[in-house]
């Protein structure tokens, strides 16, 4: 098949990789001409995936109607704040029968629309089509160095989702199809919000216990957000919802967890996102979700204090004394969310 990765960070040169060892013609899209000389010329991409080698077979080039024109498959695998424009811009050339994926994961601020959702509405009457959602527990890095990796792929086309399972299955790349496109795209973007405070609690130095109950409780407002747009509550225990949760939670490799470690040991969220120079998309996805529960009047207090943290220059302590502080609550009303059968 030929297949156009829309975007050259750490996750789309993974996942072109993947691609390319399952026999697949990859185009690799770019907007940077030191980036794509470096990828065709020296088969390497430092800034985000040092000291591994990408396959030849991966042409990368800055010529977004050249990348796409003939592509049985489009992945976009951009920032969500990078998503429109770039939707905009690949839009024009989208041939009529091509297979739309995307593998992005973050909640849009002030319309709060899923990426799905924002891609969508970019896309023009004429091409408009069902779009494949891949996401799960899943580092590049990993990825990159072909360990075990079991990610989700959703559509509103079962029989897409089917196509694009085939597309990406190999020996280290296993794929599952879920039909609950809500509750995948929800499950991706809400984990790296608790990402940020469990960085942010070892960051402060609080220890096992106080990560155990974020993650869960954390879980809690994942499922109770997610119900509430029309999600199935048992997509949150899969990959997509748990999978991703630990991962992103346990893991240096994640820059929501890195960003989290660097606020909670003291720094400025101006000066930590200098220091990264790549997207945390957690602290986007932050503001969204802190519209979007007070909109639908959805608690999320893990959320909020994080909200006050990175947007309101909150103490980080103060922020998890008044979340400790908090009124007496049952714990079985998140349970019985998840396993009530009329849900």
Same mark, same amino acid.
């Given at each position: 098949m030929n297949v156009a990765v829309i975007g050259a960070g750490s996750w789309g040169t993974a996942l072109a990789l993947v691609l390319a060892d399952n026999g697949h013609q990859v185009k690799l899209w770019?907007?940077?001409?030191?980036?794509a000389?470096?990828? !065709?010329?020296?088969?390497t991409n430092e800034m985000y995936l040092p000291k591994r080698t990408i396959p030849a077979s991966i042409v990368a080039t800055t010529d977004i109607e050249n990348c796409v024109r003939a592509a049985d498959y489009i992945l976009l695998v951009v920032p969500t704040q990078a998503m429109r424009e770039t939707v905009k811009k690949v839009s024009p050339f989208i041939p009529q029968e091509a297979v739309l994926i995307h593998a992005s994961k973050g909640i849009e601020p002030d319309t709060h629309l899923r990426v799905s959702e924002m891609i969508a509405e970019e896309l023009p009457d004429e091409s408009k089509r069902p779009i494949v959602v891949l996401s799960g527990p899943s580092h590049a890095e990993e990825v990159s160095d072909r360990k075990p990796t079991t990610v989700t792929v959703s559509s509103t086309s079962i029989q897409l989702a089917e196509k694009v399972q085939d597309l990406f299955m190999n020996h280290y790349f296993r794929v599952y199809t879920n039909k609950d496109i809500i509750g995948v795209e929800i499950g991706g973007a809400l984990k790296n919000i608790i990402a940020l405070g469990i960085g942010l609690n070892d960051g402060l130095g609080y220890g096992d216990n106080a990560k155990a109950a974020l993650m869960t409780r954390g &879980?809690?407002?994942?499922?109770? &957000?997610?119900? !509430? &747009?029309?999600? !199935?509550?048992?997509?949150?225990?899969? &990959?997509?919802?748990l999978g991703d949760l630990i991962v992103t939670c346990t893991s240096q490799h994640s820059r929501n967890w890195r960003a989290g470690y660097k606020i909670g040991s003291g720094k400025s969220v101006t000066e930590v996102l200098e220091e990264m120079d790549m997207v945390v998309e957690g602290i986007r996805t932050t503001k969204a979700v802190h519209e979007l529960s007070k909109r639908l009047q959805v608690d999320m207090p893990i959320t909020n204090a994080l909200y006050t943290v990175l947007f309101e220059d909150a103490s980080p302590v103060e922020a998890a004394q008044q979340l400790m502080k908090r009124g007496r609550k049952q714990e079985e009303e998140h349970l019985s969310l998840l396993f009530d059968k009329n849900n």
């Open positions: 770019t907007r940077r001409r030191e980036q000389e470096e990828l !065709n010329k020296y088969h &879980l809690a407002e994942i499922v109770r &957000l997610g119900v !509430n &747009l029309g999600a !199935n509550p048992l997509t949150f225990t899969g &990959l997509t919802g």
